[in-house]
């Protein structure tokens, strides 16, 4: 070969099988690529165009014909999992509420969405991040609303696709699974009175997000077939490719990786590394409902490496039985786990909820080398282990049903 690497047979067979002799990789194809309104007008990456047409959905006087339909169960959703201290009024006073004098923004002083009511008189600026951005103008935000609208009740809102947070915020955070829920079930309310062409723009928008920023359980089940029956080829091509992943990424799934008797390595992708103590894992209950992950995955250690900074969080994921999920959580958030973390004051949503977060680094540039960041993560995870040792012995305490 020209630059003198060589290929076993079983290296070359397993590329070959993998291109030839995969059906399932042609569904994925098919399913991933099928057309889609917003695909062929770019709107899938693009926050102006996701903010123009949600913006047009809760605008009550917009061509969509629906009136406040959208705009009442968005807010709704979004105040019910909001901290009290942090909503300008409560869901139940949006839900009979008449909302007179709606007024949506575009781009009002920057802001992506800016919604204005008169009666009941509120607030609420949208921020929408679907990619990175090194410029965070929040605290700007925040003051050009406040100068504006001296003494209204006010909201701020971080619109992601995952549902991150900022630390030490003001700003709710509120994920496109967020919204995609939202938009389901109003579709199934209320499609034998929202009009055609509406409902087809509807579709079209619901399965964008179900596709691009949502877990699919057939394109799950899809991805785990083809890695079953693949795996060598898959293995190999992210080996020589390294698959988009940052080499401070790579770094810190060596270093949780390398010491199976500490850690138990749980998953992956270009953004994060989901991971847990082994002490933790050992009690944690297999009560999660994702097919691709492991039962035991619904809580886990996060590292995080995304927008000019690597944080730590605690994540507690989809299950089963919601019922037992929040005992659990509220059990290992007492005062008898040593649970010392900064915790999110949201209520749990039905997806994934943050527990507590911590910063390890934040950066201008690129991302610094591995070596800098890497024993900055070791300390923080030893720290993290002492605060949290607890929380063991109380998952031990457990009952399934």
Request: hydrophobic share 35%; glycine share 6%; proline share 5%.
């Given at each position: 070969m020209s630059n003198g690497e060589t290929h076993t047979p079983t290296d070359l067979q397993a590329l070959e099988h993998f291109v030839v002799e995969n059906d399932e990789l042609l569904e994925l194809e098919e399913r991933i690529g099928r057309f889609n309104i917003f695909d062929a007008l770019r709107i899938v990456d693009a926050e102006i165009r996701h903010s123009n047409f949600l913006a047009w959905l809760l605008d009550p006087?917009?061509?969509?014909?629906?009136?406040?339909?959208?705009?009442?169960?968005?807010?709704?959703?979004?105040?019910?999992?909001?901290?009290?201290?942090?909503?300008?009024?409560?869901?139940?006073?949006?839900?009979?509420?008449?909302?007179?004098?709606?007024?949506?923004?575009?781009?009002?002083?920057n802001i992506d969405i800016l919604i204005t009511c008169k009666d009941p008189a509120f607030v609420i600026a949208i921020e929408n991040k679907i990619k990175a951005g090194k410029y965070n103008p929040f605290k700007e935000y925040e003051k050009r609303i406040q100068a504006e609208f001296r003494g209204q009740p006010t909201m701020f809102v971080l619109l992601t696709t995952d549902?991150?947070?900022?630390?030490?915020?003001?700003?709710?955070?509120?994920?496109?699974?967020?919204?995609?829920?939202?938009?389901?079930?109003?579709?199934?309310?209320?499609?034998?009175?929202?009009?055609?062409?509406?409902?087809?723009?509807?579709?079209h928008y619901i399965r964008l997000i179900g596709s691009r920023f949502m877990d699919d359980p057939k394109i799950d089940e899809?991805?785990?077939?083809?890695?079953?029956?693949?795996?060598?080829?898959?293995?190999?091509?992210?080996?020589?490719?390294?698959?988009?992943r940052s080499e401070l990424l790579s770094a810190i799934e060596d270093l949780i990786r390398s010491d199976e008797q500490r850690w138990v390595f749980l998953?992956?992708?270009?953004?994060?590394?989901?991971?847990?103590?082994?002490?933790?894992?050992?009690?944690?209950?297999?009560?999660?409902?994702?097919?691709?992950?492991?039962?035991?995955?619904?809580?886990?250690?996060?590292?995080?490496?995304?927008?000019?900074?690597?944080?730590?969080?605690?994540?507690?994921?989809?299950?089963?039985?919601?019922?037992l999920r929040k005992n659990?959580?509220?059990?290992?958030?007492?005062?008898?786990?040593?649970?010392?973390?900064?915790?999110?004051?949201?209520?749990?949503?039905?997806?994934?909820?943050?527990?507590?977060?911590?910063?390890?680094?934040?950066?201008?540039?690129?991302?610094p080398e591995p070596q800098v960041i890497i024993p900055k993560i070791e300390k923080l995870m030893a720290k993290l282990e002492q605060e949290l040792a607890g929380i063991p012995d109380v998952l031990k305490k457990i009952k399934l049903a």
């Open positions: 006087n917009e061509s969509h014909g629906q009136g406040p339909l959208f705009l009442k169960a968005i807010l709704m959703d979004l105040l019910r999992q909001s901290p009290p201290d942090l909503r300008p009024l409560s869901p139940v006073q949006i839900d009979g509420a008449e909302l007179r004098g709606v007024d949506i923004r575009r781009e009002w002083r549902g991150s947070e900022l630390e030490d915020s003001q700003w709710v955070p509120y994920s496109y699974e967020d919204i995609h829920s939202v938009l389901t079930r109003v579709r199934k309310t209320h499609a034998t009175s929202i009009g055609d062409d509406v409902l087809a723009f509807l579709d899809l991805c785990q077939t083809i890695y079953k029956n693949h795996r060598r080829a898959i293995e190999m091509i992210v080996e020589r490719t390294k698959a988009g998953n992956s992708t270009t953004r994060n590394i989901a991971f847990l103590p082994k002490r933790w894992y050992e009690c944690v209950p297999p009560i999660g409902d994702n097919p691709r992950k492991d039962p035991r995955s619904w809580l886990y250690w996060d590292l995080w490496c995304y927008n000019g900074s690597c944080r730590w969080r605690l994540v507690c994921n989809k299950v089963n039985d919601e019922s659990i959580v509220s059990a290992i958030s007492g005062s008898q786990a040593g649970f010392g973390l900064k915790a999110r004051k949201r209520d749990l949503s039905r997806g994934w909820n943050s527990l507590g977060l911590r910063l390890i680094e934040k950066w201008a540039d690129d991302d």
